[in-house]
């Protein structure tokens, strides 16, 4: 499902609303709320709403688990880490226990050592059914999403849940959550704005199947709810 808001400030309020109710949601029938947080410019909105007066005292979070998408393999303290921003922006203003928090990035082991942790860390939170309340995610002007980048073999992992690789374009390594597991959760949503997205959000969306190009097709879940929430520039409608 696609909804489409005039501006970057009412698909905030939208996210925020939504996080809200999947964590109330969870804890009340499940006493914990697992969550996966997207990094990127994209989210920083969000989750300085969710920070706010207003948000943060209607989530218990003392029952949230929060992972993440994706990460770039670098430490927590460099500006390029996903986790440092939501630290910034989020976790650091909240209540939430440190032992609930699960960063992709570790000293001292390589990023496909901390992968398959990663996943250790996933099941023992999950268990094996590996089901996520709520992810969050971005959408690349190439259509990636997560670190499921355009052409590369992660594309086609099926056993995983989490694997690391390096990619070229970048010269660097990226860790993920694979699309078997994203595909999982309860409920994801894809945040998107600006016209640069609206190509690839078009085709997409409504284009060929075609995910080796566009990998964000990839991302259809099994039996919980995709809802995109895209302004009206990135829906091509300016």
């Known amino acids: 499902m696609i909804q489409i808001y005039n501006n970057t400030a009412e698909i905030n309020t939208t996210a925020a609303d939504l996080f809200t109710a999947a964590a109330q949601k969870a804890i009340a029938e499940k006493g914990k709320f697992t969550a996966v947080l997207t990094g990127g410019s994209s989210p920083a909105g969000i989750y300085k709403l969710l920070a706010s007066d207003d948000y943060k005292s209607k989530i218990d979070w003392s029952k949230v688990f929060i992972f993440w998408g994706d990460e770039r393999w670098v430490p927590l303290s460099d500006d390029l ?121 078009k085709e997409v969306t409504t284009g060929a199947y075609n995910p080796a190009t566009y990998p964000m097709q990839l991302i259809k879940p099994v039996s919980g709810e995709l809802l995109f929430l895209v302004d009206k520039s990135a829906a091509g409608e300016n």
């Open 81 to 201: 880490s996903n986790a440092k921003m939501s630290y910034t922006t989020l976790l650091s203003h909240v209540p939430i226990p440190s032992e609930n928090i699960f960063e992709m990035y570790k000293d001292d082991v390589t990023a496909e050592e901390f992968a398959y942790a990663y996943e250790q860390s996933i099941r023992k939170v999950l268990g094996d059914e590996g089901k996520f309340d709520l992810i969050l995610l971005g959408m690349g002007d190439d259509g990636h999403t997560a670190s499921l980048f355009p052409g590369q073999a992660v594309l086609e992992e099926q056993n995983k849940w989490v694997a690391a690789y390096y990619l070229e374009p970048q010269n660097m390594f990226r860790i993920t959550l694979t699309a078997p597991l994203i595909n999982k959760a309860e409920k994801i949503i894809v945040v998107a704005f600006g016209e640069k997205k609206a190509p690839a959000l």
